[in-house]
């Protein structure tokens, strides 16, 4: 059964717009450059209710794939000189590990 995994960052007030820049200018082309679009599900911002929040959602076959993914993709010298840049504009991180309920669509 596949997991999900819900990444959500919340932005330093006022940075969202560097955040945004950032992640559209090195972090996605790193993250495609390296294979690792294929996991992702989407990222989103929050519009209403807590703001200033980067979410994003990956999906994995299983644990194991899922660390594994996260082990290369820190290994990836263009991903991490992106991460470096993006940590001044974070607040806070939570991780949340879902698994898919046995009905409905699951992406």
């Known amino acids: 059964m596949p997991i999900y995994e819900k990444r959500t960052y919340d932005i330093k007030?006022?940075?969202m717009t560097d955040v945004v820049r950032l992640y559209r200018d090195e972090g996605a082309p790193a993250l495609e450059a390296g294979g690792f679009?294929?996991?992702?599900?989407g990222y989103f911002t929050s519009d209403t209710g807590r703001?200033?929040?980067l979410?994003?959602?990956w999906r994995f076959d299983?644990?194991?794939a899922r660390r594994d993914f996260w082990k290369r993709l820190f290994a990836d010298e263009?991903?991490?000189k992106f991460a470096v840049q993006i940590r001044?504009?974070?607040?806070a991180q939570d991780v949340q590990?879902?698994?898919p309920a046995p009905w409905g669509p699951n992406p």
């Open 37 to 41: 679009m294929t996991n992702l599900v």
């Open 97 to 99: 590990l879902l698994n």
């Open 88 to 91: 001044q504009h974070i607040d």
């Open 51 to 53: 703001l200033h929040q």
């Open 55 to 57: 979410i994003h959602i």
């Open 78 to 80: 263009d991903f991490m």
């Open 62 to 64: 299983d644990d194991a």
């Open 13 to 15: 007030v006022g940075h």
